[in-house]
């Protein structure tokens, strides 16, 4: 199992091709600076979210494994053994 830290998208305008217009990220929490200006940008973007959270999705990143050929998924996030 690997474990991808998470770099979430900040646009600063409506774009209908994200993948190419957006330049600004949220790094993940842990690589923040412990410094009053890195605990002030984590309050900053936690107050912005209803649930007052740092990041709007996958707080925790996202998984990698290697799946055998007969093990079956039901969704992105869950798979079968065979």
Known sequence: LFLYENYE?????HTLDPFHDVIRFKVPQG???????????????????QAGTYFLYYDNGKSAVRLRSR????????????
């Open 71 to 82: 093990t079956s998924t039901s969704s992105s996030s869950s798979s079968s053994p065979p």
């Open 31 to 49: 690589r923040v600076p412990r410094t009053p200006l890195g605990h002030g940008g984590l309050d900053f973007w936690s107050q912005r979210c």
């Open 9 to 13: 998208a900040v646009p600063d305008r």
